[in-house]
């Protein structure tokens, strides 16, 4: 059910509804999975001064009670080691913070970044953007309009990408807004939306959305960010059907995470859940130097050797590509196995 009807009262999407009962205490998260007496938990929760802490319950209802070491627990909540950083790592480590024009970041050839909005539905702790002035970069119909006239002056551009913060925090009706503006440029042929939002509150796939991506000239690529099989439940199976059913190309990337996913059972595991959830594995990233999430870093050589594992495990179009990203770089940098 993507909706709520009450008499008399307009209708009141439940994404939305979701959204703003989202989780933001480490002690009611804590309490809710039965681990609030648990001392090293307990001494992390200052970190929320850092960077807030928000996770949706539906994300939450996923984890599993009284196991410290769940791995989406670890992905959202706060933690003592947040406070000491290694000096290399720093608060801006693609080097985005100073863009050409708000909310618009034009890295690579053909393409460029849309900041549509520079909110999350959940916080992960090891998020690049974790320091990312989004108040410079206000998602706002004024910075859009700023940014398609920079898309309309550079025919080099082939493909959008909506990012964010998540970008699906924008309302169906904003959102419809900016397709219909991009649909006018001709040389704009594919739309990227980069989201979390689906995962961690499935029903934001709403008919609506759906419908919109099915009419749009543009070839829709939806990449989600899921980093653990847990995270799939049969709610975002059905949400993934729904795009899927209305012609959208769905690929995931995921974080290579320290006590969440470096491990090659798991990452089989996560790759074949994708696919059954009808999303190819697309990225596996090396973590993103920022500071606060240095706890969260695998090095290179066992980054390499857990995708050689997965080579010798699974089929081959179901190991995603060991990439970093390097600032200045025209594209991700592929991480060579040996
Ligand atoms: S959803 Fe994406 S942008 Fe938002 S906090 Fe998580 S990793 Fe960062």
Same mark, same amino acid.
């Given at each position: 059910?993507?909706?709520?009807?009450?008499?008399?009262?307009?209708?009141?999407?439940?994404?939305?509804?979701?959204?703003?009962?989202?989780?933001?205490?480490?002690?009611?998260?804590?309490?809710?999975?039965?681990?609030?007496?648990?001392?090293?938990?307990?001494?992390?929760?200052?970190?929320?001064?850092?960077?807030?802490?928000?996770?949706?319950?539906?994300?939450?209802?996923?984890?599993?009670?009284?196991?410290?070491?769940?791995?989406?627990?670890?992905?959202?909540?706060?933690?003592?080691?947040?406070?000491?950083?290694?000096?290399?790592?720093?608060?801006?480590?693609?080097?985005?913070?100073?863009?050409?024009?708000?909310?618009?970041?034009?890295?690579?050839?053909?393409?460029?970044?849309?900041?549509?909005?520079?909110?999350?539905?959940?916080?992960?702790?090891?998020?690049?953007?974790?320091?990312?002035?989004?108040?410079?970069?206000?998602?706002?119909?004024?910075?859009?309009?700023?940014?398609?006239?920079?898309?309309?002056?550079?025919?080099?551009?082939?493909?959008?990408?909506?990012?964010?913060?998540?970008?699906?925090?924008?309302?169906?009706?904003?959102?419809?807004?900016?397709?219909?503006?991009?649909?006018?440029?001709? /040389?704009?042929? *594919? %739309?990227? $939306?980069?989201?979390?939002?689906?995962?961690?509150?499935?029903?934001? #796939?709403?008919? +609506? !959305? @759906?419908?919109?991506? /099915?009419?749009? *000239? %543009?070839? $829709?690529?939806?990449?989600?960010?899921?980093?653990?099989?847990?995270? #799939?439940?049969? +709610? !975002? @199976?059905?949400?993934?059907?729904?795009?899927?059913?209305?012609?959208?190309?769905?690929?995931?990337?995921?974080?290579?995470?320290?006590?969440?996913?470096?491990?090659?059972?798991?990452?089989?595991?996560?790759?074949?859940?994708?696919?059954?959830?009808?999303?190819?594995?697309?990225?596996?990233?090396?973590?993103?130097?920022?500071?606060?999430?240095?706890?969260?870093?695998?090095?290179?050589?066992?980054?390499?050797?857990?995708?050689?594992?997965?080579?010798?495990?699974?089929?081959?179009?179901?190991?995603?590509?060991?990439?970093?990203?390097?600032?200045?770089?025209?594209?991700?940098?592929?991480?060579?196995?040996?």
């Amino acid at each position: 059910m993507t909706t709520i009807v009450t008499l008399n009262k307009p209708i009141i999407e439940d994404w939305l509804q979701q959204l703003a009962d989202v989780i933001t205490d480490p002690d009611e998260l804590l309490q809710l999975l039965q681990l609030d007496t648990h001392p090293e938990l307990l001494k992390g929760k200052n970190a929320r001064s850092l960077f807030p802490l928000r996770v949706p319950r539906a994300f939450v209802a996923r984890m599993r009670k009284g196991d410290a070491n769940d791995p989406l627990l670890r992905q959202v909540l706060t933690s003592s080691a947040e406070f000491t950083s290694p000096e290399d790592f720093i608060t801006d480590p693609l080097e985005e913070q100073r863009t050409a024009t708000p909310g618009l970041l034009h890295k690579y050839h053909n393409r460029v970044l849309l900041l549509v909005k520079g909110s999350c539905a959940i916080n992960c702790r090891y998020c690049f953007r974790r320091h990312f002035p989004y108040q410079d970069n206000q998602g706002n119909k004024k910075n859009w309009q700023l940014a398609l006239d920079y898309i309309r002056q550079h025919p080099e551009l082939d493909e959008i990408i909506f990012s964010g913060g998540d970008p699906l925090m924008a309302k169906d009706h904003e959102l419809s807004w900016l397709i219909d503006v991009l649909e006018k440029i001709a /040389h704009i042929k *594919r %739309l990227r $939306i980069h989201t979390r939002l689906p995962v961690v509150i499935p029903t934001r #796939i709403t008919t +609506a !959305l @759906c419908q919109k991506f /099915h009419a749009s *000239r %543009l070839q $829709i690529v939806l990449v989600t960010h899921i980093n653990h099989a847990n995270e #799939i439940d049969n +709610a !975002l @199976c059905d949400s993934m059907t729904k795009l899927k059913t209305k012609g959208v190309t769905l690929l995931n990337q995921s974080v290579l995470l320290r006590g969440v996913n470096d491990n090659v059972e798991v990452l089989a595991q996560l790759s074949n859940a994708l696919f059954n959830a009808g999303i190819l594995p697309y990225y596996l990233h090396v973590l993103d130097k920022v500071k606060g999430a240095a706890h969260f870093m695998v090095n290179d050589d066992e980054a390499r050797r857990l995708i050689n594992g997965l080579l010798g495990c699974i089929s081959g179009y179901l190991v995603p590509r060991l990439v970093r990203e390097i600032a200045g770089k025209k594209s991700k940098t592929p991480l060579t196995l040996s």
